[in-house]
């Protein structure tokens, strides 16, 4: 009969360690499988605090994913300081693969990208350049007109929102939204 042996992986997923069911350590460690349970402290952190004295380290919230795109926060205090609070909002922000640092995409953006496409995508340098812009900024101010916004006064304007949204979709690789053509 072969021995059970304890497996460990920590929150990540990475191998941590592996102890034999009999040995001491395997045997902590299925003693205070309950209490690990019961206090939400992992249980190699309680092994630890057992073994060295040292606590367990409690993090500042944890999430559970639901179905769709709903996910529960549980905090483990009830008193954040505003560091502590943009520290969890920024682990949130990462595990929905959102950038902190972005603004989001708007539909003027989608609009500009799909219009560019339909035009064949920009000319190469050098090769009508301004007039393809130019044709452009007129195209996007009839579009900004409708929806009651400002104008654009120069044919960069449009020129800088597609290329800031060219650095955004490399960087995010979005697939939500159409594929640029390369400027």
């Known amino acids: 009969m072969v021995d059970p042996v304890i497996v460990y992986y920590d929150q990540a997923g990475r191998h941590v360690f592996r102890a034999d069911a009999t040995s001491p350590l395997g ?3 299925i003693a205070i499988r ?11 952190d309680l092994a630890l605090y057992i073994l060295t004295g040292n606590p367990p380290r409690v993090p500042l919230a944890s999430f ?8 529960v926060v549980r905090f483990n205090s009830h008193r954040l300081n505003e560091r502590q ?8 922000r990462q595990a929905w693969g959102a950038s902190t640092r972005q603004k989001a995409a708007h539909d003027e953006d989608a609009w500009l990208v799909e219009h560019v496409r339909e035009l064949g995508g920009p000319p190469p340098r050098g090769q009508g350049v301004v007039a ?11 579009w900004r007109k409708r929806r009651g916004e400002k104008p654009y006064a120069h044919w960069r304007g449009p020129y800088m929102r597609y290329r800031r ?3 955004r979709a490399r960087q995010e690789k979005r697939r939500y939204m159409p594929e ?4």
Do not use: C, H
Not at 64 to 71: K, L
């Open 64 to 71: 559970e994913a639901r179905s769709g795109r709903q996910v």
């Open 27 to 29: 045997r902590l460690l």
């Open 180 to 183: 640029p053509l390369e400027a």
């Open 165 to 167: 949204y060219l650095k």
């Open 85 to 92: 609070w943009r520290e969890v909002n920024r682990k949130l």
């Open 34 to 44: 309950p209490f690990s349970e019961i206090t939400g402290f992992d249980q190699v």
């Open 132 to 142: 393809f812009w130019e044709k452009m900024k007129e195209e996007a101010n009839r």
